[in-house]
């Protein structure tokens, strides 16, 4: 079994060792290429959370925007209707002492 390795002067010890460390060898490579695609899917991950993490940020200057466009709205809504209500109240009186005033003439 020597003698099919090529050098004859190798025990079967060294042979065992220099097997192993090509399996060794081999291993680490795979390992390595696995870091590379983890460190590769790490940073994509990364990525995609600081697009998320802009457009979330986006997303919340917007909703902020509407929300105080929609509380400027209410308030003016607010104010046009307590503007028609005191219109009305005050046709209301006036229309009370207009019918007072023909009542009274008709007395």
Not at 54 to 59: P, V
Not at 69 to 78: M, N, S
């Amino acid at each position: 079994s020597v003698f099919r390795h090529g050098n004859p002067s190798r025990s079967k010890k060294e042979i065992e060792l220099s097997v192993a460390s090509k399996e060794a060898q081999k291993e680490v490579r795979v390992l390595r290429r696995h870091v590379v695609k983890l460190n590769e899917n790490l940073e994509q991950a990364e990525n995609e959370i600081a697009a998320l993490r802009d457009e979330l940020g986006r997303a919340a200057e917007r909703m902020e925007k509407d929300r105080g466009r929609a509380k400027e709205q209410k308030e003016v809504a607010q104010k046009i209707h307590l503007d028609e209500l005191d219109v009305q109240r005050k046709q209301h009186e006036q229309a009370l002492k207009d019918q007072k005033i023909r009542f009274e003439g008709q007395l």
